[in-house]
């Protein structure tokens, strides 16, 4: 059974800084799935924030967050990261990271999904 677990998120103030993580589990090989995180406000669809490629050598990212985040991976501890720098109140959602097989800001291009973590940035 194929399991994404997400940690790290809460509550931080406005200019800070909070690193998410996405620990996988049972997937046959982790290297051979691009990972991405996706997240999600109140009231709003789901929206791409960034992807790594199934190697760590390609990145891309969603223009709102382009020059604060950066996202990682390490294959062989089966995760993924999100470092969240100047973080600003638009940027409260819950975090999801997905894995699929294709790079995509489309959500319904991942296979593999976990369950979110709460992202609250305070004015």
């Known amino acids: 059974q194929v399991r994404l677990v997400e940690s790290g998120g809460g509550l931080v103030q406005a200019g800070g800084s909070l690193r998410v993580s996405c620990a996988a589990s049972?997937?046959?090989?982790?290297?051979?799935?691009?990972m991405a995180w996706f997240r999600q406000a109140p009231g709003k669809k789901r929206e791409f924030v960034a992807h790594?490629?199934?190697?760590?050598?390609?990145?891309y990212y969603a223009d709102p967050v382009r020059t604060r985040f950066v996202i990682s991976r390490d294959n062989t501890n089966n995760a993924a990261y999100l470092q969240m720098n100047s973080l600003k109140p638009e940027d409260t959602a819950a975090y999801y990271c997905?894995?699929?097989?294709?790079?995509?800001?489309?959500?319904?291009?991942?296979?593999?999904w976990g369950q979110g973590t709460q992202v609250i940035v305070s004015s």
């Open positions: 997905a894995a699929g097989l294709w790079t995509s800001e489309r959500p319904d291009m991942y296979a593999y």
């Open positions: 049972g997937l046959r090989r982790f290297s051979n799935y691009d």
């Open positions: 790594v490629g199934w190697d760590g050598s390609t990145e």
